[in-house]
């Protein structure tokens, strides 16, 4: 990965001047946590060997090196908790928008997976510390498969995996994608909370599954359903025998 490739594009003179590359990293979130705890208060932490990449739920995320992308944004943004559970919603988008831009079509499964023609090809972590009732830092965590073969998303033994090379059979130029994303969630935090009814807006435009039956787990529970939008906080609404339910956590099998 070139970094200066990175900073020549993100437009954030900032956040630019704060890409932390690292050679070889557990995860990108733990680094951004550690730079945070030295007094540094935003920035972006990229690396090409992720070595314990983290998912949603504690599970397993796997960095194939050279082909994914990993990379965290971290900042000290205050954000009331009553919003924070935005921050996936927001994310994903931000993703999304990039993708697009980059003429990549690409779909947002609630709460935090990218999807492309069907398969998963990325996914987002967010984590955050409160205190009274706002948040101190932020810590947004992406990776995605970008030019993994099809080979390399079999030996994942992940079911629904994909990357952008299979869907497209072409090579992406991975910085570019980086620079895009940022620069994106750059736009979306900078107006947070008052574009709120956009970002639900679109994210909703851009929802895989909405109208459509799922089926959610949750507190070691699974809910079937119809997929009915976004509620405060970037919940789900299911709709289950006629009645609306609100689910704050949990994930879409």
């Known amino acids: 990965l070139s ?9 954030a003179n900032l956040l630019s001047r704060n890409i932390i590359f690292v050679d070889s990293t557990p ?3 733990t680094e951004a946590w550690r730079i945070i705890s030295k007094g540094i208060s935003s920035g972006i932490v990229i690396t ?6 983290k998912g949603q739920r504690c599970r397993k995320w796997i960095f194939q090196d050279g082909k994914s ?4 944004f971290f900042s000290n943004h ?10 996936p919603i927001l994310s994903g988008l931000a993703v999304n928008n990039a993708l697009n831009k980059l003429d990549i079509s690409s779909q947002l499964k609630w709460p935090n997976d990218i999807i492309v023609n069907g398969k998963k090809i990325g996914g987002i972590l967010c984590e955050s510390t409160i205190r009274k009732k706002s948040s101190r830092n932020i810590v947004i965590g992406i990776g995605m498969n970008i030019n993994q073969e099809e080979n390399d998303i079999q030996n994942l033994n992940i079911p629904n995996a994909g990357s952008l090379k299979t869907e497209y059979n072409r090579v992406f130029v991975r910085e570019e994608i980086i620079s895009c994303v940022i620069n994106n969630l750059e736009i979306l935090l900078q107006s947070f909370p008052k574009n709120i009814d956009q970002i639900n807006h679109h994210w909703i435009k851009a929802c895989a599954h909405l109208n459509q039956d799922v089926e959610l787990s949750y507190n070691s529970k699974k809910i ?3 997929f009915k ?10 709709e289950k025998n006629g009645k609306l339910i609100d689910i704050a ?3 879409i099998c």
């Open 3 to 11: 970094v200066k490739l990175i900073q020549s594009q993100v437009k």
């Open 27 to 29: 995860s990108t979130n």
């Open 229 to 238: 939008g976004l509620g405060d906080n970037g919940v789900c609404i299911i």
């Open 78 to 87: 205050d954000i009331d908790s009553n919003k924070i559970g935005y921050l």
């Open 224 to 226: 079937k359903g119809i």
């Open 69 to 72: 992308v990993a990379f965290s």
């Open 48 to 53: 090409d060997q992720q070595l314990n990449g």
């Open 249 to 251: 956590s949990g994930s």
